[in-house]
């Protein structure tokens, strides 16, 4: 059974930073993706940064530049440093994982999700 586990939400003032980490267990596929999705109140569900098993990584444009997404194989782990921290960057973050089956990381194959972190930025 796959597990996730996020931890490192906090409130910070508008220019702070985060960093969020994502305990992995379970996630035996050779082949993956993982990544971190946000959710803020009345908003669409957002994709804010993925990796995947061959170090692919993307972000969404709202967070190029200032997030840094990152894997410790060895611990399991996955992080998403938060630096320039907007409010607009106010959402529940999730970490999410799941079996690669193209190029592409789409989210459906996305399958496997964390309870989620609060964000909290004031301006």
């Known amino acids: 059974q796959v597990q996730l586990v996020e931890s490192g939400g906090g409130s910070v003032q508008s220019g702070g930073s985060l960093r969020l980490s994502c305990a992995i267990n379970?996630?035996?596929?050779?082949?993956?993706?993982m990544g971190w999705f946000r959710k803020a109140p009345e908003k669409e569900r957002e994709r804010v940064a993925t990796?995947?098993?061959?170090?692919?990584?993307g972000y969404g444009d709202s967070v190029k530049g200032r997030f840094t997404i990152s894997q410790d194989n060895v611990k399991n782990a996955l992080y998403l440093q938060m630096n320039g921290l907007k409010p607009e960057d106010t959402a529940m973050y999730y970490c999410?994982?799941?079996?690669?089956?193209?190029?592409?990381?789409?989210?459906?194959?996305?399958?496997?999700w964390g309870q989620g972190t609060q964000v909290t930025v004031s301006s």
């Open positions: 999410a994982a799941g079996r690669r089956w193209g190029g592409y990381c789409y989210e459906a194959d996305f399958t496997y």
């Open positions: 379970g996630l035996t596929y050779r082949r993956y993706c």
């Open positions: 990796i995947t098993s061959d170090g692919r990584i």
